[in-house]
């Protein structure tokens, strides 16, 4: 069997937690392909926020930016994907709903494709297919 990727889910705290403990739930699947490692975290941006979020990104081999409705205002969210990127980790957005508008965060480039959350498409994005 493949050694399950470590995954750093990245979502807005205040208005998007249902929708990541459904994602992590779904690492616990016999068949996903990834294994929950981290996640955004809840404290404002001061002090060394940043650095404990670099950190945390050293430990995962995927950042999965979980797009709510207001994501486009969570700086958090911004910032972390800013970090992946900065750190060149394999990553992608993914629609936390199906029946809501989803926004990108800021810091995402028009090449970041935010990805229909589905079970098969989830795995196929964890392999890699973007």
């Known amino acids: 069997m493949t050694e399950k990727k470590r995954a750093f889910i990245s979502f807005d705290y205040d208005n998007d937690a ?3 403990l459904m994602l992590a ?4 699947k016999p068949d996903s392909p990834f294994d929950f ?5 809840k404290d404002h941006l001061t002090g060394d926020w940043e ?16 797009c709510g409705t207001n994501t ?4 958090g969210v911004a910032a972390e ?17 199906s029946d809501k508008p ?5 810091s995402a480039s ?21």
Request: glycine letters at 4%; charged letters at 30%.
């Open 102 to 106: 989803c926004t990108k965060p800021t």
């Open 81 to 97: 994907l800013r970090i992946a990127k900065d750190k060149k980790k394999s990553h992608f957005l993914l629609a936390a709903y």
């Open 72 to 75: 486009h205002t969570a700086k």
């Open 110 to 130: 028009s090449a970041d494709k935010v990805y229909n959350w589905t079970w098969p498409n989830l795995k196929r994005l964890i392999a890699g297919a973007r």
């Open 51 to 66: 650095e404990k979020v670099r950190r945390r990104m050293d430990n995962v081999d995927v950042v999965i930016v979980l």
């Open 18 to 20: 249902g929708a990541k």
């Open 37 to 41: 490692k981290d996640n955004s975290v």
């Open 25 to 28: 739930g779904q690492a616990k």
